[in-house]
């Protein structure tokens, strides 16, 4: 088929196709007019405009001042008790400690715990202590490294301060004692001279002198037998420590092994010296238990309760003697 042929045949639709792009290119030419006129910006200008909303976090970092919510957070105006949210913590400083007293010579008695036997010997290791805590329903025997209840044994030995045998004990750092007479007294204070003080030696020999209600019931037979009332004996168990304030008892040995108990600082007006002991004299035995053994011992102190007789073996100037109480 011939050109001619086709321009023929398809004139109509050749024309509507002239006719639609010349109506695209004057409408565009007409949108560009009106704009430079409207606006007075380039055609270029306008079609470089962002098409997106702008980045208000990007646009607020690049600015000099950034929005923030500390002021509301500060002032907390929702929430007058509270007050600021945001408020630091007051920093608190340690209140001045004084110097601690690590005089162990001066350290407080343990609560709760009681002494009934202290067997002291040169190696720390082999003494005992019959200790009864808070919770024990009778004394056990204890060596150093030993515990009771939340306590550790850390030394058994004698207090010169209150010249009593003693038993320190230790939880954590504290420490704190355990004396068979009595309980650790404050530290005298310095004096100007060294002069003693008669008056205080006096008062202190009559604290240790046993009272007339315990003294009338013990009745003495010869210088080796004695009756004793048993009220005595229950009142004697419950104020050992006062009684026997002045009386010192150190193990003594021989050739290595010890021998027996002896006891010092023994008056006649004193539990022991009314009970006819004397200054100096070796405990060996109480019915026949051996003093020198520590189990022993405790287990005779366990029977003076109930004991109808009792037979103490000593040593009195190197000769063996024997002192009979009957309790009535």
Known sequence: ?????????????????????????????????????LFGARA?????????????????????????????????????????????????????????????????????????????????????????????????????????????????????????PSVWLEAGNALCQVQLFGTPDAPPAARPTATPDKKAAADSARAAAVPSDIANKIKKVSDTEFEVDRSVVDKILADQAVLMKSARIVPEQKDGKVVGIRMFGIRDDTLLGTLGFQNGDRLESINGFDMTSPEKALEAYARLRTAGNLKVQINRGGKPTTVDFRIK
Not at 127 to 139: E, I, T, V
């Open 44 to 164: 270029d200008a306008l079609g470089a405009l962002p098409k997106k909303s702008p980045d208000v976090g990007a646009l607020n970092r690049q600015a000099t001042k950034t929005a923030s919510a500390d002021p509301i957070i500060e002032r907390n105006p929702f929430d007058s008790v509270t007050g600021p949210l945001n408020a630091k913590p007051v920093e608190e400083f340690p209140e001045e400690v004084g110097p601690v007293d690590t005089n162990p010579l001066t350290a407080p008695a343990c609560d709760g715990v009681t002494v009934s036997i202290i067997t002291e010997s040169p190696d720390p290791l082999w003494s005992f202590a019959a200790l009864r805590g808070p919770s024990d329903p009778a004394p056990k025997l204890h060596r150093v490294g030993d515990t009771l209840g939340d306590k550790t044994v850390a030394y058994i030995g004698v207090n010169p301060a209150s010249r009593s």
């Open 1 to 37: 088929m011939s050109l001619d042929t086709l321009l023929k045949k398809h004139f109509g639709k050749l024309v509507l196709a002239l006719l639609a792009v010349t109506a695209y290119l004057q409408a565009a030419g007409t949108n560009q007019l009106l704009g430079g006129w």
